[in-house]
């Protein structure tokens, strides 16, 4: 059965005439006014979204099966897919045990690391999740601006590639696309290495990117460089009125898929 994740994103998105995933990134330490906090962003900018993400912000401080699948519940009632930033990274029981609370959670998609490997690692993860009609996005090139140091590096692959040697971030969009993911992160803040991506992927994978705002990525040029998705956090989180950053930055960016 073909994973139904993109295709309900992208329905979300074009409901929404909005490319806007809202990273969830809320600070807090008692967990009764961070989910009230929480709950009323997601109402105020929830017409001008296509996903929500969720983070370590809410997921430690939170219950899961309580608070967060409230969260989820209230995302899914505005249309919109709930994504699990986790970026999991660790032998496959762990991953799936994870993995498995996350979906009885409600959780649509969940963000992974390709460096741990496909076999014993990623792979029996990517198998459940389809079977579960959920997404993988793996991280290709992430947004802080010591990513370098990790996905920058020189490496050579012993796959499909021939041992030619290339930058760590081009080995992980080859797993992604070789190892039948649903999607992948790129930051807005490397907008060459966006386009280079973009022109690979070819509309196989979606590209999700993070940056946007606060870090230095600027909105419409992300999605004019191949970005399919934009993954916003404090440019909404921290502004005077969230709906209207979101409903800018959404009117700046919408294209039809």
């Given amino acids: 059965m073909?994973?139904?994740f993109p295709a309900?994103?992208?329905k979300s998105a074009e409901n929404h005439h909005s490319r806007i995933v809202l990273a969830l990134d809320i600070k807090g330490k008692e967990p009764k006014p961070?989910?009230?906090k929480t709950l009323h962003i997601?109402?105020?900018?929830g017409v001008n979204l296509?996903?929500?993400k969720l983070n370590y912000h809410l997921l430690l401080p939170l219950d899961l099966f309580n608070s967060v699948a409230t969260i989820i519940n209230e995302a899914h009632n505005q249309g919109l897919q709930a994504i699990a930033d986790l970026k999991i990274n660790d032998i496959?029981?762990?991953n799936t045990?994870?993995?498995s609370y996350l979906w009885d959670a409600g959780f649509d998609s969940l963000i992974a690391n390709p460096f741990v490997g496909l076999e014993e690692g990623l792979g029996p993860v990517i198998t459940a999740a389809h079977e579960e009609n959920r997404g993988i996005i793996l991280l290709v090139y992430m947004s802080h601006k010591?990513?370098?140091d990790g996905y920058g590096l020189k490496v050579q692959s012993n796959t499909h590639t021939a041992g030619r040697f290339m930058e760590m971030h081009e080995l992980f969009l080859d797993r992604a696309l070789s190892w039948g993911c649903d999607g992948i992160v790129v930051g807005a803040t490397r907008p060459e290495t966006m386009k280079k991506v973009s022109s690979k992927v070819q509309g196989k994978l979606l590209v999700f990117s993070p940056g946007v705002g606060a870090q230095g990525g600027s909105p419409r040029p992300t999605i004019q460089s191949g970005a399919d998705f934009l993954i916003v956090g404090r440019s909404i989180l921290d502004a005077t009125s969230p709906a209207q950053a979101a409903e800018d930055i959404r009117r700046a960016t919408w294209r039809p898929f």
């Fill in 146 to 148: 010591g990513a370098e």
């Fill in 2 to 4: 073909t994973n139904q």
């Fill in 8 to 10: 309900r994103i992208k």
């Fill in 50 to 52: 296509a996903a929500v």
């Fill in 97 to 99: 045990v994870t993995a």
């Fill in 92 to 94: 496959s029981s762990t």
């Fill in 34 to 36: 961070l989910l009230e």
């Fill in 42 to 45: 997601l109402k105020q900018t």
